[in-house]
Nanobody, 124 residues
């Protein structure tokens, strides 16, 4: 059982940056993804990273503004968000699944474990 805990959300202004973190136990053999869900909408893929951190993938709506990274020594995956807009307002979730080297996943159905989410609100 992998328990994921997200942190770093909050209220920010348009144009601001924010770093979200996901901490878990024994993370190193797991691919990790970030998803978000805005009010009244389905869950949307944001970013994913392979278990070694050598490959990443990004959703179209955030590409160029988001960077995912990981530190397996600290069992942490970070999501750096920049140039935030009100459309980025959502609950952001971290997800993980055991996998082989070099694979990432952009579908929520592929993930086994989920965190409780962290709220990001972008408003002036």
């Amino acid at each position: 059982q992998v328990q994921l805990v997200e942190s770093g959300g909050g209220l920010v202004q348009p144009g601001d940056s924010l770093r979200l973190s996901c901490v878990a136990s024994a993370f190193s053999n797991y691919a990790v993804g970030w998803f978000r869900q805005a009010p009244g909408k389905g869950r949307e893929f944001v970013a994913a990273i392979t278990r070694a951190g050598t490959r990443t993938a990004y959703g179209d709506s955030v590409k160029g503004r988001v960077t995912i990274s990981r530190d397996n020594a600290k069992d942490t995956v970070n999501l750096q968000l920049k140039n935030l807009t009100p459309e980025d307002t959502a609950v952001y979730y971290c997800a993980a699944r055991w996998t082989v080297t070099g694979v990432w996943y952009d579908s929520e159905n592929e993930y086994t474990y989920w965190g409780q989410g962290t709220q990001v609100t972008v408003s002036s």
